[in-house]
């Protein structure tokens, strides 16, 4: 079996090394010119290897080296960046027709997205163009913009209204589905006047659409190794491609049938829908466009490109454990309180909300003060150690969610492709950093008398000689991720906290 792993990649490599030299010959031969200084690559990952955990930061040491305008190899891709605001500002102003396209991925193949979406055609196209005219008036425009408002101040007392009612009634709030479900009905109101999220039943449709949009924005943001090697375009390695022809073929079907069924109520002579596609319908002639056409531009304005997926990367069992160990209802409803009286501020005072922030603030706050007694979060100030911690969550959870060719090619573990690993341990350090400081402040206000708090870190370490636990497998606990010995698991199952 190793021995047909190993056949298999060295075939691929050298077929790979074989178009990647006949590619370089051909741009060679086409280019009559020079790409400008930058790190020399090698055969065939070019400078992937040298791009490390943080891209952007190892571009500006390369920079430094190299000048503000230099050039890198991306596997097969060639790039070119610039990074001085000067020649940014230069290129932008001289070059905005080069520079104002995009290389196409290959998820975004799938259902001719690319030869549809305004995000993918050429700007000198006659379509691109008139996709541009539709969205001006239709979508982005003053008068548009300022008939929404009551729109979008309706969806968020709607979410206020919801968390009011929990609270009262003091039900356990599921801030990620609350948040997707006022964003859902917001963007499907502005474009066909129709709820599609329901508070009290976010599982049935909602979840549905949930997931459709989530493998969209997933297949085209992911990076994708066909992207870089297009030979691999063939097998698509990690299904990216295949995922978003049924995802986005999901999402087309759902936008067809509210197309068929507003055709029908107009020619029932039902009354006139102030939204998106009856703006559309009505000027078909005039913009020359088709009912396909129309279910790709209401695609577009779906925010497909954001994450719907608020991921806070609290994995299941941390839920689990909160539940075993009672999280207080006084606790609960003090941050849904916090979160509705921030709402009700940016609302009184005009401010925009970030949903997805404030969201997994609040939720933060809950988790560091279940844990711990602290709020990790602040609402006025989202970007500071919310967002690193934030950051840190998120890349556990992606490195530990996305598909690895390591996984299934044994052989590929030494030099991490991907770098899932490298990032995994990257972020998982900062994680277990914070929960080692946190500990460390703890027994030191132990030792000095303070009194003590009503949290799990004060549970298990009141409890650590009866589980036998050490301080890096408290750690653990607390991160919620795999720990070793029956005694954590028994502790974990007997839920010994109680606030």
């Keep these: 079996m190793e021995l047909a792993t190993l056949l298999l990649v060295l075939s691929l490599i050298t077929v790979s090394i074989y178009f990647h030299v006949q590619n370089s010959n051909s741009r060679r031969r086409k280019a009559g010119g020079k790409f400008p200084p930058g790190p020399y690559p090698f055969p065939i990952i070019g400078n992937i290897h040298q791009l490390g955990k943080s891209p952007h930061r190892t571009i500006a040491k390369l920079c430094k080296t190299y000048g503000p305008i230099m050039s890198l190899k991306l596997g097969t891709r060639s790039v070119v960046i610039v990074s001085s605001p000067e020649l940014a500002k230069e290129v932008l102003l001289k070059h905005d027709q080069i520079c104002s396209g995009r290389a196409i991925p290959v998820a975004a193949q799938a259902q001719d997205l690319y030869k549809q979406s305004m995000g993918f055609l ?130 087309l079907a759902i936008f067809e049938d509210l197309i068929n069924q507003r055709l029908e109520s107009r020619q029932n002579g039902s009354p006139k829908k102030n939204d998106l596609l009856e703006a559309l319908l009505d000027q078909r002639e005039q913009y020359d466009i088709s009912l396909k056409e129309i279910k790709y531009i209401l695609f577009d304005a779906t925010p497909y490109s954001g994450n719907w997926k608020f991921e806070f990367g609290i994995k299941s069992e941390e839920v689990d454990m909160k539940e075993k160990f009672g999280l207080s209802l006084r606790l609960r409803r003090e941050k849904v309180k916090q979160l509705c009286d921030y709402l009700e501020e940016c609302c009184v005072s005009g401010r925009a909300v970030n949903i997805e922030e404030a969201a997994f603030t609040t939720t933060l706050n809950l988790m560091s003060s279940t844990l711990f007694s602290v709020d990790f979060g602040n609402y006025d100030d989202p970007n500071s150690s919310t967002q690193k911690l934030k950051e840190a969550v998120q890349g556990v959870s992606t490195s530990l969610t996305s598909p690895n060719l390591a996984d299934y090619f044994p052989i590929l573990r030494i030099i991490d492709p991907q770098g899932l690993k490298k990032r995994a ?40 000689e009866q589980y036998d636990i050490s301080l890096k497998e408290i750690k653990y606990i607390l991160f919620g991720g795999s720990t070793q010995g029956c005694s954590i698991q028994a502790m974990k199952s007997k839920g010994s906290f109680s606030p």
Aim: charged share 30%; proline share 4%; net charge neutral.
């Design 122 to 251: 050429p700007v000198d196209s006659n379509e691109w163009k008139k996709l541009r005219k539709i969205y001006k008036e239709q979508l982005f425009s003053t008068h548009r913009l300022d008939a929404s408002q009551g729109l979008r101040r309706e969806k968020v007392k709607q979410l206020c209204d919801y968390l009011e009612e929990c609270c009262v009634s003091g039900r356990a709030v599921n801030i990620e589905e609350a948040a997707f479900t006022t964003t859902l009905n917001l963007m499907s109101s502005t474009l066909f006047s129709v709820d599609f999220g329901n508070y009290d039943d976010p599982n049935s449709s909602t979840q549905k659409l949930k997931e459709a949009v989530q493998g969209v924005s997933t297949s085209l943001t992911s990076p994708n190794l066909a992207d870089y090697f297009p030979i691999l375009r063939i097998i698509d390695p990690q299904g990216l491609k295949k995922r978003a022809e049924f995802c986005f073929g999901k999402l």
């Design 425 to 464: 341990e990257f972020c998982f350090g900062k994680l277990l950093a914070i929960f080692e400081d946190l500990i460390n402040q703890r027994l030191e206000s132990r030792q000095n008398g303070s009194p003590k708090k009503n949290d799990l870190l004060e549970a298990l370490l009141d409890q650590r």
